[in-house]
């Protein structure tokens, strides 16, 4: 299968130093849903503002698409973050005084191209195609998370990255949410997402787990591989 993601030997080191990635190696195929898990502090969301191009790595090499994450410029990235990944977050990140099709258009907008319809196809592809002029306080809780991710679709990315997509939502909702990233799973999207919660995790293709920045473990399905030790870690 084609391989839209390769990380090698990813580190992130912040301040103090803490050691957010360690040399983590990972090939992603195209199409493939893959959950990221581990304990808080695990470096979860680093690996995610890395892969969104939020943030740069200290060391270590992001190809996306064939494209060296590292060698582009600022504006370069900015550029490819928005044709190539679609961000969907915890925290819904809407607009209060804009409607639902205003925030979806909001994306758009920093793409330079404003569609409307576009915009109302996408909420539509939510379920939300009766919400589009609802403003996010008249919106429950799994209602602004699926406008969240229309807003990440409506650009046409090749990868969608979730961080904890479920994490403010009720069972009902959850289970809403998690229906539409299954058919966004099977209309061929590659997706990404960091979760806590095992059943999430279970729907996915493949779960890794990360350990204090180290990728620890893969599990494909009942499969369950060790991550290969490298050689200053035997």
């Given at each position: 299968?084609?391989?839209i993601i390769?990380?090698?030997?990813?580190s992130?080191?912040f301040?103090?130093?803490?050691?957010?990635l360690?040399?983590?190696?990972l090939?992603?195929p195209?199409?493939?849903?893959?959950?990221?898990?581990?304990?808080?502090?695990s470096?979860?969301?680093?690996?995610?503002?890395?892969?969104?191009?939020l943030?740069?790595?200290?060391?270590?090499q992001?190809?996306?698409?064939?494209?060296?994450?590292g060698?582009?410029?600022?504006?370069?990235?900015?550029?490819f973050?928005?044709?190539?990944?679609?961000?969907i977050?915890?925290?819904?990140?809407l607009?209060?005084?804009?409607?639902?099709?205003?925030?979806?258009?909001l994306?758009?907008?920093?793409h330079s191209?404003a569609d409307?319809?576009?915009?109302?196809e996408?909420?539509?592809?939510?379920?939300?195609?009766d919400?589009?002029r609802?403003?996010?306080?008249?919106l429950?809780?799994g209602?602004q998370q699926?406008?969240?991710?229309?807003?990440?679709?409506v650009?046409?990315?090749?990868?969608l990255l979730?961080?904890?997509?479920?994490?403010?939502?009720?069972?009902a909702?959850?289970?809403?949410v998690?229906?539409?990233?299954?058919?966004l799973h099977?209309d061929?999207?590659?997706?990404?997402m960091?979760t806590?919660?095992?059943?999430v995790?279970?729907?996915?293709?493949r779960?890794?787990?990360?350990e204090?920045?180290r990728?620890?473990?893969?599990?494909t399905?009942?499969?369950?591989?060790a991550?290969p030790r490298t050689?200053?870690?035997?």
């Amino acid at each position: 299968m084609h391989e839209i993601i390769r990380l090698q030997s990813l580190s992130k080191v912040f301040p103090g130093p803490v050691v957010a990635l360690d040399r983590v190696s990972l090939a992603i195929p195209q199409g493939e849903w893959m959950a990221v898990m581990g304990a808080s502090g695990s470096g979860k969301s680093t690996l995610l503002n890395l892969l969104g191009c939020l943030d740069r790595p200290t060391e270590g090499q992001i190809l996306m698409g064939g494209t060296s994450i590292g060698e582009l410029t600022e504006a370069q990235l900015t550029g490819f973050r928005r044709e190539t990944v679609g961000l969907i977050f915890q925290q819904f990140h809407l607009v209060p005084y804009l409607s639902a099709v205003e925030n979806v258009m909001l994306a758009q907008y920093f793409h330079s191209l404003a569609d409307e319809a576009e915009a109302s196809e996408a909420l539509a592809r939510v379920g939300l195609a009766d919400r589009l002029r609802h403003r996010p306080a008249q919106l429950s809780g799994g209602e602004q998370q699926r406008v969240c991710i229309a807003r990440a679709l409506v650009n046409q990315p090749k990868i969608l990255l979730a961080d904890e997509p479920t994490g403010n939502l009720d069972e009902a909702n959850e289970r809403v949410v998690m229906d539409i990233f299954q058919q966004l799973h099977d209309d061929g999207h590659t997706i990404v997402m960091v979760t806590h919660d095992p059943h999430v995790g279970m729907l996915a293709d493949r779960r890794i787990e990360l350990e204090h920045g180290r990728l620890v473990t893969i599990h494909t399905h009942d499969l369950v591989a060790a991550a290969p030790r490298t050689a200053d870690q035997s």
